[in-house]
C-alpha cells in the first residue's frame, strides 16, 4: 500500500449544465420508480437507466427502462423537464443566484 496519494474531486456550482442534467436524469428515474407501484410492478422489477446531455437550445434525454406502461414521452417531458427540475433552475437564475449564463428557456 502507498504512504500516500492525491485526492482529486470535481465540484460545479448551482445551476452548473452539469447538475441541470443529473436532476433531470435523477427526475426521470425517479419518475419510473413513482409509478411503478400504481401500475401494480414490483419496484425490484423495475429498471431504469437515464443521461442527459444539454447544450444551447437543446436537451438530449437517452436510456433504457423496463417498467409501467403509464410512463410516456409526454409526461417525461413535461413533469420532468418543466415542473419539477426547470422551472425551479429557472428561478434561480432570474433571482441572480447561478453564475452561469441565463439558459434560453
Known amino acids: 500500500m502507498r504512504a500516500s496519494y492525491l485526492f482529486t474531486s470535481e465540484s460545479v456550482s448551482e445551476g ?4 441541470v442534467c443529473d436532476r433531470i436524469s ?3 428515474v425517479d ?4 409509478e411503478g407501484p400504481k401500475a401494480g410492478i414490483d419496484p425490484w422489477a423495475i429498471r431504469a ?14 436510456g433504457e ?28 437564475w432570474n433571482r441572480g443566484k447561478c453564475r452561469h449564463e441565463c439558459p434560453p428557456w
Not at 427502462?65 to 434561480?92: A, C
Open 26 to 28: 435523477d427526475e426521470i
Open 16 to 19: 452548473h449544465p452539469d447538475k
Open 49 to 62: 437507466a437515464c443521461e442527459t446531455l444539454a447544450t444551447t437550445n437543446k436537451v438530449v434525454i437517452a
Open 31 to 34: 419518475l419510473f420508480f413513482r
Open 65 to 92: 427502462t423496463r417498467g409501467p406502461k403509464s410512463v410516456t414521452n409526454d409526461q417525461i417531458e413535461s413533469v420532468v423537464l418543466l415542473r419539477r427540475v426547470v422551472r425551479p433552475i429557472r428561478k434561480q
